[in-house]
């Protein structure tokens, strides 16, 4: 459906896809030699238009059937990003302004325009989280969080709606490093698409924070 060459390194581009029971989005590295599937979290949704931010290209969007998602890491994760647009809006084509604006083209919605996300600081890390996996894929009932600390920590959790609301929040409490799998509940949720936003502090205030997106049924 659409193709983006990095604006710095011209033997990286993304490419994306349609359909359904497939992989969306598509990178390489080494000038289209080889191709690896970076959908990750994304549900499985036709996926129209990809756009990298020319000033910071790490930042990657992508426009499907149901809305905007962003890639803050190069496409090693993503989150919805269509906060105060239409609810399931068919994106067909994304741009980025001089000014920093992301504009989205849509099915029977017109064009719509928000500020364009700022890059992800960066820190020293102090606490790490591995294979942070949601599962299943869609979800009915109970949602699983599968991850790995590198220390002890205190875990958050947020569930956002494709607008940024907050649907669901809980507190899994505190974990040990080592392996872990928590249950939440998401039975009351309406079916759809989600954010969720994975958060842990540890003593003394560090803090990391993670998003991945899961599919919600009825």
Known sequence: MDIA????????AYAVFGGFNTQHVWKTQNGGFSWTAIDGDLPDIPTNTIVI?????EIIYIGNDIGVWVSKDNG????????????????MHLSITGDKKLRAATYGLGVWQTD???PV?????????????LFPQPASNQLSISYFLNADAKVHCKVLDMHGRLMLEKNLGARFSGSHTDQLDVS???AGAYGLIFECTIPGGSAYSSSRTFVKRD
């Open 53 to 57: 931010d020319p000033e910071f290209p």
């Open 121 to 133: 600081a960066v820190k020293n890390p102090v606490i790490d989280v591995a294979g942070l996996k």
């Open 188 to 190: 009351r949720l309406p």
């Open 76 to 91: 090693a994760s993503w989150e919805p990003f269509s906060e105060d647009a239409p609810c399931s809006m068919l994106v």
């Open 116 to 118: 364009a996300a700022e």
């Open 5 to 12: 060459v990095h604006p710095q390194d011209g033997n990286t």
